[in-house]
């Protein structure tokens, strides 16, 4: 193929921007299913003689999954690897073992402070980046990318391409929801300040008669944990729960239909305020 993407996962907004007329395929990333077709292993078996004989920084990096992947991209033959899962470790490494491709990482959500703990593994040859902000922090970081291009959210820009301007505001308030349930268990304070700010909503909205959305987080697949869990918390009835749904960018329009959001951190509110809407971020912890 032409155009090879690097995990299933953002391949959809990938295959927008690119278009039809390309020849794109996936290589599946996430799959714990490894390739041995024999084109693939004789690819393998130079790259592991490759591994033993080289003293490169990077192929000292070489795990047999990374080894695997690199076998079948040798195969393909790309002329672009490109990817929406731009902080993926194994990625970023590939990016410096094949050099017959371009390597392109798509930034796909905001970076903080949190760059510094997996610095080392950031590599990448070429990174898409939302702006000079992180640009900035990963040079503050130390990462080691070879060329960096201002393009904004693509996610964003897709949803500006095909969006109509003006539309009318049905809410009065929305906030994001950054519910998943393997993140509010593994991150007890982003858990706790998000119902802390989801109480101060409800109240404010009872106290001025204003009308509440939530752009939920999860998907398909375990929108309804999220229901049930927000069902539990919710003490007014006036409130709109907008399914996320990536295929109808559902969470910008929600967004852009109310009068100010309200988020902690996260992307859609960066987005959000680059689109011109008021934004309001509550970081009501100490962190």
Known sequence: VDILIYDRVGSEFLRR???????????????????????????LLSIVVARLTTRDRYWEKLSL??????????????????????????????SRLYSDAKFIGVQNAFRSDEIKDVSRHLCLTN?????????????EANCGIGNYVIGGSLKDGLYRAGQLRNSPKIYDICWISQYKPARFENNPILREMSLKLLEYLQQFCVDNGKSLAIACACKEWSFPYEYKYLLSRINISDVYYVPHDDNNFSSYRAIDRTELTVTTNSTLGYESLGRGNKVLFCNLSKD
């Open 17 to 43: 921007a690119i278009g039809k007329h390309r020849k794109v395929g996936v290589l599946e990333a996430r799959k714990k299913v490894f390739n041995f077709h024999p084109v693939v292993l004789r690819h």
């Open 127 to 139: 990174l898409i980046c939302f702006g000079e902000d992180t640009k900035r922090r990963y040079e």
């Open 65 to 94: 999954r990374v080894a695997v992947e690199l076998a079948i991209i040798r195969v393909i033959k790309p002329k672009v690897v490109i990817s929406h899962s731009d902080n993926s470790v194994r990625f970023n490494l590939l």
